[in-house]
C-alpha cells in the first residue's frame, strides 16, 4: 500500500509563493502519472496539475502560468511550485495518481492565501 505524505504549506499573503512537496512510499513511482488536487471548504476535490512519466504537464486554466509541477522520480517525490497566489488558491492541497486518483489519500498540506 503506497502511502503519501504532503508538506510545505502555510499561510502567505496575495502575490506569494509556496513550494509543496509530496514523498509516496513503494516502488514503481516513475510509471504513475502524478498530479496535485485541492479541496477548498463546501467544494468538490479538483485536480489542479498533473505530469506524466514522460514529464509533460498540464494544468487547469486558474493556475497556468503560476503554478509549475514537477517530479523526482530517485526521490519518488512530486513538487508543486506555486506563485503568484490569490485567496482563492487557499484549500487543503494533496497528491495522488492521476488521473484517477488510484491511492489512498494523504493528510494533505493546507494553504491559507490571506493578508
Known amino acids: 500500500q503506497v502511502q503519501l505524505v504532503e508538506s510545505g504549506g502555510g499561510l502567505v499573503q496575495p502575490g506569494g509563493s509556496l513550494r509543496l512537496s509530496c514523498a509516496a512510499s513503494g516502488s514503481n513511482f516513475r510509471i504513475y502519472a502524478m498530479g496535485w488536487y485541492r479541496q477548498a471548504p463546501g467544494n468538490q476535490r479538483e485536480l489542479v496539475a498533473r505530469i506524466r512519466s514522460d514529464g509533460k504537464a498540464f494544468y487547469i486554466d486558474s493556475v497556468k502560468g503560476r503554478f509549475t509541477i514537477s517530479r523526482d522520480n530517485a526521490k519518488n517525490t512530486v513538487y508543486l511550485q506555486m506563485n503568484s497566489l490569490k485567496p482563492e488558491d487557499t484549500a487543503v492541497y494533496y497528491c495522488?495518481?492521476?488521473?484517477?486518483?488510484?491511492?489512498?489519500w494523504g493528510q494533505g498540506t493546507q494553504v491559507t492565501v490571506s493578508s
Open positions: 495522488n495518481t492521476a488521473p484517477p486518483a488510484s491511492w489512498s
